[in-house]
């Protein structure tokens, strides 16, 4: 009995000793996870400033274009997702009409590719190729490492941020309310806001669930 109950104060003991170890590990492991989350990008905050080229390998700062007063909009764009292409098809277009009719409106409409190098929506000759065919002159800007995507929570194409002059997020979400990949919905949420923040108004709803493909990352 006395060598069970020594066994039994042993096994205790044991236990008090592995249990901090335990819990610190389950702490580091909750710390690791939560800082490897980026915080999400919130109506008003200060966006990140990045660098990227275009097709033609040439560079477009961001800080550029709002220093020069202009308010960006960005579509995180992939030539091959169906909800990208129900928006630039012949009986649709709807992202080229909508740049073209904020084009004198200091207004500037930049697209970004976060496809990862090796996934063929990746492909420069590809997003040439379709540039072309759907009549898109302004850039389509390449972040083939994520880098840009991952900073700007974007997880869908198409997933649309406007920007303003002061470079702080005045609207993230859907272009639109139809989530489905066969036609354009009735109500256009960028058309929305460009127009309320033109006109000098806050924007009224400046926060919408994207729809889409998953951003093709690393």
């Known amino acids: 009995m006395k060598a069970r109950n020594r066994f039994a104060?042993?096994?205790i003991a044991a236990t008090a000793i592995a249990a901090p170890a335990v819990m610190m590990g389950a702490a580091n492991l909750n710390t690791t996870t939560e800082a490897a989350a980026a915080a999400p990008l919130g109506i008003g905050d200060t966006v990140p400033n990045f660098t990227l080229v275009d097709l033609n390998d040439n560079s477009?700062?961001?800080?550029?274009?709002?220093?020069a007063g202009k308010t960006v909009v960005l579509e995180w764009y992939?030539?091959?997702?169906?909800?990208?292409?129900?928006?630039?098809?012949?009986?649709?277009?709807?992202?080229?009409k909508l740049e073209a009719q904020f084009a004198d409106d200091d207004v500037v409409w930049l697209r970004i590719n976060s496809g990862h190098g090796a996934h063929p929506s990746a492909d420069i000759e590809h997003n040439k190729d379709y540039a072309k065919k759907w009549n898109i002159t302004s850039p389509i800007l390449m972040d083939t490492s994520g880098s840009v995507g991952k900073?700007?929570?974007?997880?869908?194409?198409?997933?649309?941020?406007?920007i303003t002059p002061d470079q702080t997020l005045a609207y993230h979400g859907a272009i639109d309310n139809r989530s489905d990949a066969a036609a354009p919905g009735d109500v256009?949420?960028?058309e929305n806001a460009l127009n309320e923040l033109i006109a000098g108004?806050?924007?009224?709803?400046?926060?919408?669930?994207?729809?889409?493909?998953?951003?093709k990352y690393d």
């Open 9 to 11: 104060i042993l096994a």
């Open 60 to 67: 477009h700062t961001l800080t550029d274009y709002t220093s």
């Open 78 to 96: 992939s030539p091959d997702c169906p909800f990208v292409r129900k928006h630039y098809r012949k009986d649709t277009g709807t992202m080229t």
């Open 151 to 162: 900073k700007y929570g974007a997880k869908r194409t198409p997933d649309m941020y406007i």
């Open 188 to 190: 256009n949420y960028v």
């Open 201 to 215: 108004q806050p924007v009224s709803k400046a926060s919408t669930k994207p729809y889409g493909c998953g951003v």
